[in-house]
Nanobody, 124 residues
Framework: QAQLAESGGGLVQAGGSLRLSCAVSGRTFSNYALGWFRQAPGKEREFVAGISWSSGIIYYADSVKGRFSISRDNVKNMVYLQMNSLKPEDTAVYYC?????????????????WGHGTQVTVSS
């Protein structure tokens, strides 16, 4: 059973930055895709960014392209989401998720393991 644990959320002013971290454990992730999702109050959970663990291929949602950056550390088994130029509409609970195949997809139901989430609040 894989475990994912997010950290790094908080309150930030618009235009500021945060870096989210996701510690992954419990199995070998070399054939996995890792993704960041977010869910704002009253809205569906949506894809933010994804990375294929072995190839390093990356994909971003249009809403965060150019502002967010996903990366992974194979040695530390960590996935990061660097968020710059934050906007109030980025306010949400952010989740890390793992999918047991390397292709990145945006559909939440394709992901097998989830963390508990970390709150990001961007004030205007």
């Amino acid at each position: 059973q894989a475990q994912l644990a997010e950290s790094g959320g908080g309150l930030v002013q618009a235009g500021g930055s945060l870096r989210l971290s996701c510690a992954v454990s419990g199995r070998t992730f070399s054939n996995y895709a890792l993704g960041w999702f977010r869910q704002a109050p009253g809205k569906e959970r949506e894809f933010v960014a994804g990375i294929s663990w072995s190839s390093g291929i990356i994909y971003y949602a249009d809403s965060v392209k150019g502002r967010f950056s996903i990366s992974r550390d194979n040695v530390k088994n960590m996935v990061y989401l660097q968020m710059n130029s934050l906007k109030p509409e980025d306010t949400a609970v952010y989740y890390c998720a793992a999918k047991a195949s390397p292709r990145i997809v945006v559909v939440t139901t394709s992901y097998d393991f989830w963390g508990h989430g970390t709150q990001v609040t961007v004030s205007s």
